[in-house]
């Protein structure tokens, strides 16, 4: 990892709009139009927002899931300005999250960002070589801020299309007050070979706690993209309500990969959604570690004939969290195919529940779904569950599901015990394996400090 | 040396082993022959210290090297020489026998570090030694393995692991003429070349014709019913255990 020198850099941000902001605590129409405002951002925009927030106030809390009700709306900042997050010093960072970067080798400088605190790296640099071979290729990558202001009408012609702001009370209250994420579109017949990652530019203002993201592949086209990172994404605010909504035009590609660990108070409620255009392919990679409850389940529509799509889903619960996670596939038109793989670890108590919908509409005939969701339970007190739905309207179709729940048997324990290795080791080994069908998918990087982060979790060491 | 006095193991409230006494010398190969209930396993998985076994510690002894074995568990007796070859191994999946065996042997042996490739080179030697490919290396322990592939697996274990003292329980069944050729070869090119003791636990005496015991043991209703070298199989072959 390159070092990156910090003097004369320590307030970070290039933004050249001085005043330092934030609304006020709560949500009201007012905090909805400040927010608005200090963005200078067009009129459709302010509608759109202030018809979500009538949304949000108007949609109960969802019955179904977990616990929500603990979620206080009246004390959450809606809006800060990246600058006035500066504000944490690094000592009000709590222990446990120190110690984790010092465990897993996050570089010092990334490690205040991660935390919360304002020293950035100048990942700029890089970002900049990359955003000239983009742009030659005409591809755009910036965050969802400078797109509305950049490109108004491409994003206007997509914004709010694949996730309208009345699908869920979250997607609702994200519409209202989001910020930051990133905005990409790929031009027809081009590949971007690279992996865009919002790691590069970690500094832009794309890792809030209600970012906006949405990818544009035009025909032909291919992007992959990578958000999050292992180290533990410290926060004081307790709510993280995404939106990411991505297009598949004819024939395109798009994956999509997040790996993301918030701290253990963080209810990270993200709503994640592809369209998929004729013979057009999509995948999510979804890992979630961290966060005391997630409620997640990224969702391909399968709208042109041959179109596929794919959901690879990873949880990992410990003590005092949640996982809720799963996938949902809705076939629209015929020959089209869907595969959901879940894979969950659930211990000390911790909890993990796959919850996913298969659709298949009339029609969509010849159509093929594969779901299979494994858990496994490390002790007694921890649990795993599956809510599958299915809702099948057209007969020529090929539905497979499995489903298994498994704990570390006794058994596999001897059988390394008896080779020398320790109780604790076999278990972690035996976790990293279980995982390994999604770890394998992802950047090197990211698998090698998935599993550290895995070890990390399951001994409190890495060995 | 190997030494277990009055031994007595029970299981499930039952008792099963009732007084044994073995001696194995480095480099000596024992077999240990019973019909079906003697005890045979439940002496294979005691010694390695699985927890569904329980010993009777008063007045019994079991050491290596001097090192009493009663009160380690089974990660530390595997570090202080044991290897027990299962009958039935277990599969885990996304652990490839490579990262599996490359964790052991770092556990067993943490004076003796080895490169990866030298590892790797190792690994292979054994592989072939038994008849397996190479590639297994890269694939889940015992994950989709034949009966036999298994049995094989067990023994790359013990080629690469190299324990001072090897109970093998049954590696024999399950496998054709063969397989069993190779693989008792490979354990006695082991044995001494490492001066390895082995506890060769077994229903046949197919495979005593290529790995040769120094001590015969017949095991029955949870003693030891007599002692000698091949004879005593040959009296079995004819006779059968009843009259012994």
């Known amino acids: 990892m390159q070092q990156f020198d910090l003097s004369g850099y320590e307030f970070g941000f290039h933004d050249n709009i001085k005043p330092v902001f934030a609304t006020k605590k709560g949500l009201t129409k007012k905090t909805v139009e400040e927010i608005s405002n200090i963005k200078n951002e067009p009129q459709w925009m302010q509608d759109f927002r202030l018809r979500a927030l009538d949304i949000f106030f108007a949609k109960k809390m969802p019955m179904w899931g977990s616990d929500l009700s603990r979620i206080n709306f009246d004390n959450i900042y809606y809006y800060v300005k990246p600058t006035d997050k500066q504000g944490r010093t690094w000592d009000e960072v709590p222990i446990e999250i120190k110690n984790t970067f010092e465990k897993i080798g996050i570089p010092q400088a990334e490690r205040k960002f991660l935390a919360g605190v304002g ?174 409850l997630t409620m997640k389940y990224p969702s391909v529509y399968l709208k042109g004939r041959k179109a596929r799509g794919e959901v690879l889903s990873l949880a990992f619960a410990g003590k005092g969290q949640h996982q809720d996670a799963g996938g949902k596939a809705i076939h629209l038109a015929p020959e089209t195919s869907s595969v959901i793989t879940s894979k969950s670890v659930s211990k000390d108590g911790g909890r993990t529940s796959y919850r996913g919908m298969l659709k298949v509409v009339k029609g969509a005939e010849n159509s093929k779904s594969t779901v299979r969701c494994d858990a496994l339970i490390l002790d007694d007190k921890s649990r795993a569950d599956t809510y599958p739905t299915m809702d099948i309207d057209e007969e020529r179709v090929t539905i497979g599901h499995e489903a298994s729940v ?38 090197m990087e990211y698998a090698v400090e998935l599993n550290r982060l895995i070890q990390l979790e399951m001994t409190g060491a890495v060995g | 040396m190997l030494n277990i006095q009055n031994l007595h193991v029970t299981t499930e409230g039952k008792d099963i082993l009732k007084g044994i006494n073995l001696l194995i010398k480095p480099g000596e190969v024992h077999a240990i022959m019973g019909p079906n209930g003697a005890g045979k396993t439940t002496l294979a998985m005691s010694l390695m210290g699985n927890p569904n076994y329980q010993f009777k510690m008063q007045n019994a002894k079991f050491k290596i090297n001097d090192k009493n074995m009663f009160k380690l568990t089974p990660e530390e007796r595997a570090r202080a020489g044991l290897f027990v070859s299962f009958q039935h191994p277990v599969s885990v999946i996304g652990v490839s026998v490579l990262a599996f065996l490359r964790t052991a042997y770092k556990a067993l042996h943490p004076q003796k570090p080895i490169k990866l490739s030298e590892f790797k080179e190792t690994v292979k030697k054994s592989l072939l030694q038994v008849g397996l490919p190479e590639d ?37 069944s399950g496998l054709d003429i063969d397989s069993l050729r190779i693989i008792a070869k490979a354990v006695a090119k082991i044995v001494k070349k490492q001066k390895m003791g082995i506890l060769l636990i077994t229903h046949y005496q197919r495979i005593l014709h290529y790995l040769k015991p120094d001590f015969v043991h017949v095991l029955k209703e949870g003693k030891i019913a007599a002692s000698d070298g091949m004879a005593l199989v040959t009296k079995i072959e004819r006779k059968g255990y009843a009259t012994i």
């Open chain 2, 136 to 172: 297994f290396m890269q694939r889940s322990i015992n994950e989709g393995f034949s009966g036999g592939e298994k049995k094989r697996m067990e023994i790359v274990q013990l080629l690469v692991l190299k324990p001072r003292y090897a109970i093998l329980d049954e590696i024999d």
């Open chain 1, 119 to 292: 020293a950035q790296y100048d990942s700029e640099v890089i970002y900049h070589s990359i955003s000239k071979m983009l742009s030659k290729k005409g591809v755009i990558f910036v965050d969802t801020d400078t797109a509305i202001q950049k490109y108004p009408e491409l994003v206007k012609q997509y914004f709010g299309k694949v996730i309208p702001a009345a699908d869920n009370k979250f997607a609702a209250l994200n519409s209202a007050v989001w910020s930051g994420g990133s905005f990409i579109y790929v031009p027809k017949g081009v590949r971007v070979d690279l992996p865009l990652q919002a790691y590069f530019r970690i500094n832009a203002r794309n890792m809030g706690q209600f970012e906006r993201t949405l990818i544009i592949a035009d025909e032909g086209s291919y992007v992959s993209y990578i958000e999050g990172c292992t180290a533990p994404i410290f926060t004081t605010n307790s709510l993280h309500a995404a939106v990411v909504e991505i297009i598949v035009k004819k024939g395109a590609r798009v994956r999509y990969t997040t790996v993301q660990n918030w701290s253990k108070n963080v209810y990270n409620l993200v709503t994640k959604r592809m369209f998929i255009e004729e013979e057009g392919f999509g995948e999510w990679i979804d890992g979630n570690l961290g966060s005391q």
């Open chain 1, 406 to 443: 498994s704990k570390i048997g006794e058994e596999q324990l001897f059988y390394f015990q008896s080779r020398g290795i320790s109780q604790v080791l076999a278990e972690v080994m035996i976790v990293n394996g279980f995982v390994e069908p999604i770890v394998r998918e992802l950047p």
